[in-house]
């Protein structure tokens, strides 16, 4: 069983529920919140998410538009966010640039376009070769 840690803001809290449920025979999640419709900034779950990130297989951040949480994981050193909105940019995302951090716009991508992404993103492979050197160039310092 893979293990996946997962968070969102409020927009995002009904997408991360339907994917838990629909993926727990699959992925073992856990979950750092929210689990409310409150608003809540995400960053207060986005930073614990890419401390903890080593322990899992991936992540997986869910905002209303995606981007607050993935320029939000990208400061972190050895995050690969990635915003995804089909399944095809999640596939290049792994395999061009070892994505480690799925970052799904909840309020313009439908639950089934998202556990499309999910699964593509999970059938996909780091390529290395080519793509190696420049993922290697990510990081400053």
């Not at 690969?80 to 909840?106: S, T």
């Not at 699964?119 to 290395?128: D, I, R, T, V």
Request: proline fraction near 4%; charged fraction near 25%.
């Amino acid at each position: 069983m893979r293990k996946v840690i997962i968070a969102s803001d409020h927009a995002g809290v009904e997408l991360k529920e339907q994917l838990k449920t629909f993926f727990a025979k699959n992925i073992q999640f856990t979950d750092l919140g929210t689990h409310s419709k409150d608003s809540m900034d995400y960053p207060d779950v986005v930073h614990p998410l890419c401390e903890q990130l080593p322990d899992y297989e991936f992540g997986i951040l869910i905002c209303g538009s995606g981007n607050g949480v993935c320029m939000t994981a990208n400061k972190h050193k050895g995050i690969r966010a990635a915003l995804v909105w089909k399944p095809e940019i999640a596939v290049l995302a792994k395999q061009h640039n070892d994505a480690n951090v799925l970052c799904l716009p909840a309020r313009f991508i439908s639950f089934e376009e998202a556990k499309n992404i999910l699964q593509s993103y999970m059938n996909a492979s780091f390529e290395g070769g080519r793509h190696q050197n420049r993922v290697c160039k990510i990081d400053i310092g």
